[in-house]
């Protein structure tokens, strides 16, 4: 059974900055993209960055050159580092991780709050 466990979300101010890691655990092989996305109170998901197993990476526009996606593939860990936060960054966060074998898999969610 494949599980995704998102930690490092919380209240932070304006201008400050978290990191977000999400590891999967079970057995889960040929893993391919890794990304997460946010999800803002009546909003629909959206991406916010993705990586893929050779390491290009993806941003959406609102988020370039302040958020950074990186992995580590022996731990099957994927992280946001979220920089200059703003009060429009203020989401759940959710990782999904594509497996060649077995499909797409999402995280449970962690809050992302972003206090003016």
């Known amino acids: 059974q494949v599980r995704l466990v998102e930690s490092g979300g919380g209240l932070v101010q304006a201008g400050g900055s978290l990191r977000l890691s999400c590891a999967a655990s079970g057995s889960i092989v040929n893993i391919n993209a890794m990304g997460w996305y946010r999800q803002a109170p009546g909003q629909q998901r959206d991406l916010v960055a993705t990586?893929?197993?050779?390491?290009?990476?993806d941003y959406a526009d609102s988020v370039k050159g302040r958020f950074i996606i990186s992995r580590d593939n022996a731990k099957k860990t994927v992280y946001l580092q979220m920089n200059s936060l703003k009060k429009e960054d203020t989401a759940v966060y959710y990782c999904?991780?594509?497996?060649?074998?077995?499909?797409?898999?999402w995280g449970q969610g962690t809050q992302v709050t972003v206090s003016s």
């Open positions: 999904k991780v594509v497996s060649g074998y077995y499909g797409a898999f």
């Open positions: 990586i893929s197993s050779g390491g290009t990476t």
